[in-house]
């Protein structure tokens, strides 16, 4: 159902429950609606109206919340930046869309003279941070206060609710364009695997807002009426403490984070034992972390998506059933699940012709949860939106009973001597290795082969292991032209993305320096 | 999600399973999109393609299910008609929605002759009965393993699924006009609400196919990859039979089915322990007869829904959790629920102002799935859609909680001396008497009151009651001028509509002959 749609409903539903909290400051629900519907009428009173664009640049806090439900609410549609973006890309992202609206907070109040004479659509900025607002720009606070309320203007189905960029690391970010429909779509089918929830539920935020996993977490908290403890960026040490002091029940994160909580050294000491519910997703789960963390949390359920912004962001889920290290269930933790209910996927070659099972090709997917299409790029979209499905690019296999095996990007894939060479099954077999802590594998130029197999590793503190002891260990476990052919030790973490994905274009490119990969 | 992309993601993820189980025949679910394939590519051979309307006029079977699939799969769509209908209805409907395939099953097939001149729009008639085909008419299985498969359509999101007629007792059927999104989205709302479901799961389909709660049926196993163990129609032994036979482990039924199983001798010596969950709606649950199926069947959970073919049809439930009998939940039996996740829900009065909690008025309903309208008549469809809001003409109020408790139809409503006295109050008075069975209110001219109230009365075998014992009954429980005026016993079952519905327009109708009521 359209965003406002659900917050109304849970204002019906659970009125004097908390919205938000967020550091000291706690929202009821009625009191969050009241000042949605009068952020709405303030965007009214600018001048915002249907399909207008809003762009928001702000670390997470409970007013990004309720700017997500107040830009629908005034029948405009959002417009999410990341973060980690530089101002050129901000730049780019706000004259692409066009946006009439911007929102900033506290950390990026200060950088906004230097693109403020760039971005000439933007007739207001609005300062949504806790110090005081910088000359030029509007409170928040007074912007709530001296604004009447609105009522909704009722976006249906298939008007757009936001334009979330994706990329933008390299070449130029596309804006994806999700309707209500596709929003609400992968809502619906990805809390089609929650296990029965009962009494009040809170959720914890610390996926950023702007990414849509952030998103994702606010649609599951305001479709279930629950509570969003909001955490203005990850840190572990701070996940641990809130979860044991808020109680909370669920929480939605990124491998990567969930790594960095199993190995931090409060872990043992913290009180965990209310969380019953873990999501996780949008980057590979390495098999060993996943199964410390079903150890380590024996009363919590997991659920894995896998998925892209394109798709709202779900397509496939490992439900709890699955999350088992034994029993009839077992054996699917490398697997990214089936189809939600809220689309077909498939896997398919380059004439889009499905693969038998077990082999692999690229991931397509079409359902109620497919975008509009990227939004000012026809070409792009025409690539990529194609008789409804949206080509993923990450190659995969299906095994016999629907479940999806997502192997590669399609562009990350090492073809080596004519062999197709998926990093994935490369780095769990370096993973293997106890003295390994994280590694990373791409495809390095070769005069013989085209491409070599090169794997980065960085080491557990304290561990070694030379190159030529853990190739050994990978022939033990993989085909020999999957071994990595050079081994490189790193001590620094590895670039990642906001949503806290490595970054493996920038780990190959001084490799390719001045040479073209075939997939790029 | 689309029908076709249901069965298609059922088939991925349970290619052995049973799809369809109807007496000795089953088909596995790769057989069941094979067959549903092939038909379609009959029906495309048949001219058959986008938007072309296919009515079905048949009791329950597994070629029902096939059809509801194949008729999209083909890009057409569904004109299931009501068995209760006279043959001038079925005509009216068939030439109202321009039907060009009808399929009928053995016991419409001998009054075709009769109408069949009647119906021009109708090209081929296909024969999907048991027994020998008749002349004129096309076999089923010769349609289905002559026709080569079709690639599914594919229809999208807001492409019209079904055409469903609704009333046709009195008056002329209005043919709703469902999508594939109101479908899905009443499905997956619907679902939201489910216990988990582990394993294997089998639905018992005993509401009749044509019907909204028939197609709900249809759905949830669809979107389960669930076996449906299918019965022509509903008997209240075979019900039993069957739920031991094959371990059922859900049903959807209509309270008054709920009724007569309860009141089965065989009851106590049927085995029901496979029951999980027992879905039912479609008209207001006595409250004792609720009380009674959660202690006869205490292993299962219980879900009732609320809402009309309008909403696709569901728009609230009562979740397993409020179906107890004691603890902080209990209490709740006689509310419908609260708004599912697809739509909002209201009470307003005439001019579409929201009710304060607690007071009575007209009950309406928004989100992703309300209907397109009604198929040709955009009068009544603009009366009934207003600003997106479905009108349901149900009077109703909302708790603190946002549980909603329908009172009444508004049409049956009582007005009383200017009282408005809501029969299902009444009802639900006199039911607490030992003596009483069944009950229907209606309200009967009076000449100082303008209307009275009226009680019929079903005993139950071997108990008396006199009329003025049960009036004083009901002063016990409910104001002196609710309490019925007067009361009628009757032997004879109450009229019912296809649904299981009482027909209260045709009680109420020898009290009014040759006068108007107010709302009619």
Redesign the interface.
């Known amino acids: ?1 359209g965003i406002t ?2 917050v ?2 849970a204002v ?4 004097n429950g908390y919205a938000t909290i967020f550091g000291t400051r706690t929202r009821r629900w009625t009191e969050f609606a009241e000042r949605v519907g009068r952020l709405a009428g303030g965007l009214h009173s600018l001048g915002i109206g249907s399909g207008d664009r809003i762009a928001i640049l702000s670390f997470n806090s409970d007013r990004y919340f309720e700017i997500f439900a107040a830009v629908p609410w005034a029948g405009a549609v959002l417009v999410p930046l990341n973060i980690r973006w530089s101002p050129a890309e901000d730049v780019y992202a706000i004259n692409d869309s066009g946006a009439k609206v911007l929102l900033v907070d506290d950390a990026f109040a200060a950088m906004l003279g230097a693109i403020r004479e760039k971005i000439p659509s933007v007739q207001a900025v609005i300062h949504m941070g806790e110090d005081a607002t910088p000359l030029g720009m509007t409170s928040y606070e007074q912007f709530v206060e001296s604004s009447s309320f609105l009522q909704d203007a ?1 976006r ?3 008007d757009l609710a936001g334009i979330f960029y994706t990329g933008g690391t390299t070449g130029l970010p596309k804006g994806v364009m999700l309707s209500h ?1 596709s929003l ?2 992968s809502t ?2 990805g ?2 695997v929650f ?2 929830l ?1 009494g009040d539920f809170n959720f914890l935020v610390a996926v950023p807002m702007f990414h849509i996993a952030g998103v994702c977490c606010a649609m599951f908290a305001f ?1 279930l009426s629950a509570t969003s403890v909001i955490l203005p960026a990850f840190s572990a040490e701070r996940v641990l403490a809130t979860i044991a002091e808020y109680r909370v029940r669920a929480v939605c994160l990124v491998p990567t984070m969930i790594r960095m909580l199993l190995t931090l050294p409060s872990l043992s000491a913290t009180d965990l034992s209310s969380l019953r519910l873990m999501l996780y997703g949008a980057s590979p789960m390495p098999e060993q972390t996943l199964r410390r963390a079903i150890r380590v949390l024996p009363d919590c359920r997991f659920i894995q998506y896998y998925g892209q912004t394109e798709v709202s962001p779900n397509a496939t889920a490992l439900s709890p ?1 699955y999350h088992v290290l034994e029993g009839p269930n077992a054996g699917k933790l490398e697997s990214a699940g ?2 939600l ?5 498939e896997v398919v070659n380059a004439q889009g012709i499905e693969m038998p099972r077990g082999t692999v090709g690229e991931i397509r997917i ?3 949860n497919t975008m509009l299409g990227y939004w000012n790029k026809p070409e792009e979209t025409a690539a990529t939106l194609r ?2 499905w949206v080509y993923t690019g990450d190659a995969g296999r ?1 095994d ?3 479940f999806l095996y997502v192997v590669d990007r399609i562009k990350d894939m090492i073809v080596s001597g004519g062999e197709n060479v998926y990093s994935i099954e490369v780095e769990s077999a370096c993973l293997q290795h106890p003295a390994v802590s994280q590694c990373v594998v791409i495809g390095v130029p070769h005069s013989t082969w085209g491409e070599a197999v090169h794997a980065i590793i960085i080491l557990k503190e304290g561990e070694q292991v030379v190159a030529e002891d853990l190739i050994a260990h990978c022939h033990r476990l993989i085909a020999g032209y999957k071994c990595p052919r050079s081994i490189e030790f790193r001590s620094e973490p590895f670039p990642l993305s906001g949503a806290g994905k490595v970054l493996k274009r920038q780990l190959r490119a001084p490799y390719w320096e001045g040479r073209q990969r075939q997939v790029n």
């Open positions: 159902m749609q659900s109304k409903r019906q539903q659970n009125p009722g249906t189905a298939e429909r609400w779509a619906t089918g809390m089609s296990p029965t009962t479709t059933d089936r189809a209910s809220c689309c077909e996927v079409r359902g109620f008789d409804g299906m016999e009973e629907g």
